[in-house]
């Protein structure tokens, strides 16, 4: 099978959930979709598949998709990247009307499901630093540890959690862990991180806040938030995907977004990482994230496409 048979097949898996959910009345028969781009770099070939994935499945059965930026990173992340970001959907020919949002527009209500996690007991502060933390956490064919600071009660918890926030420890002392099980075989739900200490000031919020959510934490409430019905991935998140389920039905979500993995897509000979690309830019290998030798959207773009 070619890759664009392999493609071909992969879209019409995903239409068929989608027909499948919409007659069956899943979330009102509604779809709503989104693209979540982090705004560290620009973006790649790779991502523009993403985008018309996600932006095309809404237009075909009539339902909206969202541009939300995954803005959880202080110490990567730009205004510049975002504009980037934007500039390139709209010359894929796509647009999100009214619907532009950020991860850090959520920032208080991701700390509120928060506690409330550890207020019913799924969630502690930990004290584990470095090397420890992947001691305990074991290996995929070992069981991890439980953390020594794992049952701590929950007001002492709360309590450090909101002096985390306050900043009064330094980044890495502490982290808000959920506790889910370390002898999962699924290393994803071995009481994964869910707020980290980073006393860095970020781009829009600027130093409101001294403790950011990870990605895994944010990505699924996120969608919650905004009713996203179908949330479409690339295949590395399918092994995140029962830790998503997991806090949505920790916080009581109902009728909870549905994910749907994708295959990404690849260029042989190409570098497709953008931590690598990052390096190329800031090596001064290339004039800019949009130098026509990259692989990027707007380097395309440039080459005259």
């Not at 305990?136 to 002492?156: I, K, L, T």
């Not at 409101?208 to 479409?232: K, N, Q, V």
Request: proline share 5%.
């Amino acid at each position: 099978m070619s890759n664009t048979d392999t493609d071909a097949a992969g879209l019409d898996f995903v239409r068929e959930i989608v027909t499948h959910d919409r007659a069956t009345g899943r979330n009102g028969g509604r779809v709503h979709t989104r693209f979540p781009p982090e705004p560290n770099g620009y973006l790649h070939i790779g991502h523009a598949k993403a985008i018309c994935l996600s932006f095309g499945i809404a237009e075909e059965f009539s339902g909206l998709c969202n541009l939300r930026m995954d803005d959880t990173n202080p110490e990567t992340e730009d205004i510049d990247f975002v504009r980037a970001i934007e500039k390139d959907v709209r010359w894929l020919g796509f647009d999100w009307s009214d619907r532009l949002y950020h991860a850090s527009d959520y920032f208080e209500r991701l700390y509120e499901c928060a506690v409330k996690l550890i207020g019913n007991g799924f969630a502690y502060v930990d004290d584990l630093q470095g090397d420890d933390v992947s001691r305990f956490r074991g290996r995929w064919d070992q069981p991890g540890q439980n953390s020594p600071y794992r049952d701590r009660s929950v007001d002492e918890n709360l309590d450090l959690f909101s002096r985390m926030r306050a900043g009064e420890f330094a980044d890495g002392t502490r982290t808000l862990r959920a506790k889910i099980d370390m002898a999962a075989p699924n290393m994803n739900m071995r009481d994964p991180t869910i707020y980290r200490i980073r006393q860095r000031s970020h781009f829009r919020q600027k130093d409101a806040w001294s403790i950011y959510p990870t990605y895994d934490f944010t990505h699924p409430l996120s969608d919650a938030f905004e009713g996203i019905t179908h949330s479409l991935c690339t295949l590395e998140f399918e092994d995140h995907r029962p830790l998503y389920d997991w806090f949505l039905q920790a916080l009581d979500f109902s009728d909870p977004p549905r994910q749907i993995e994708f295959a990404r897509l690849n260029l042989n000979f190409t570098v497709m990482s953008k931590r690598k690309l990052k390096r190329l830019v800031d090596d001064n290998h290339v004039s800019g994230w949009d130098d026509p030798r990259m692989p990027t959207i707007s380097g395309f773009r440039r080459r005259g496409y």
